[in-house]
């Protein structure tokens, strides 16, 4: 089904909110929806060629796998805060991103597991020396 969602609130009253080619809005119930794909542009048949990684990926955040409830699995990375997601599932971005889905949708109601599988932070810093924390004097003491 195509159509466009607001991309700050989505969802009200536990649905999907949506505004179809035709121009009506449509509430989806979430236990309805598998996924929901934001796309740069409709017509696509195929929405997402790879469903995993097939290296450790470099954008920081949360690189999580998602099982649904016929087994399939999806690969995605998310922010570590996980406020940024919202409380009716997980909002991931897929593995290919040069394909047209730009961000993924899932409701809690249809996935059966989600499995951190690692925490991809920014590189670790050089200590600094102590040495260099030591205050110069400005003025000797008498």
Same mark, same amino acid.
């Given at each position: 089904?195509?159509?466009?969602?607001?991309?700050?609130?989505?969802?009200?009253?536990?649905?999907?909110?949506m505004?179809?080619?035709?121009g009506q809005?449509?509430?989806?119930?979430l236990k309805?929806?598998?996924?929901?794909?934001?796309?740069?542009?409709?017509?696509?048949?195929? /929405?997402?060629?790879?469903?995993t990684?097939?290296?450790?990926?470099?954008?920081?955040g949360?690189?999580?796998? /998602?099982?649904?409830?016929?087994?399939e /699995?999806?690969?995605?990375?998310?922010p570590?805060?996980?406020?940024?997601?919202?409380a009716?599932?997980?909002?991931?971005?897929?593995p290919?991103?040069?394909?047209?889905?730009?961000?993924i949708?899932?409701?809690?109601?249809?996935?059966?597991?989600v499995?951190?599988?690692?925490?991809?932070?920014?590189?670790?810093r050089?200590?600094?020396?102590v040495?260099?924390?030591?205050?110069?004097?400005?003025?000797?003491?008498?």
């Amino acid at each position: 089904m195509n159509g466009y969602v607001s991309s700050a609130s989505f969802i009200v009253d536990g649905k999907l909110e949506m505004l179809n080619t035709a121009g009506q809005v449509v509430g989806i119930d979430l236990k309805d929806i598998r996924c929901v794909y934001f796309v740069r542009e409709f017509g696509e048949t195929d /929405l997402l060629a790879r469903k995993t990684f097939t290296t450790r990926p470099r954008a920081a955040g949360l690189w999580v796998r /998602l099982r649904f409830k016929d087994n399939e /699995l999806l690969e995605g990375t998310m922010p570590s805060d996980l406020t940024q997601s919202p409380a009716e599932g997980f909002l991931i971005n897929p593995p290919d991103l040069r394909s047209t889905t730009q961000r993924i949708f899932v409701p809690r109601t249809a996935l059966a597991a989600v499995a951190v599988l690692a925490v991809i932070g920014a590189q670790k810093r050089k200590r600094r020396d102590v040495a260099a924390d030591i205050q110069e004097t400005l003025f000797e003491e008498q």
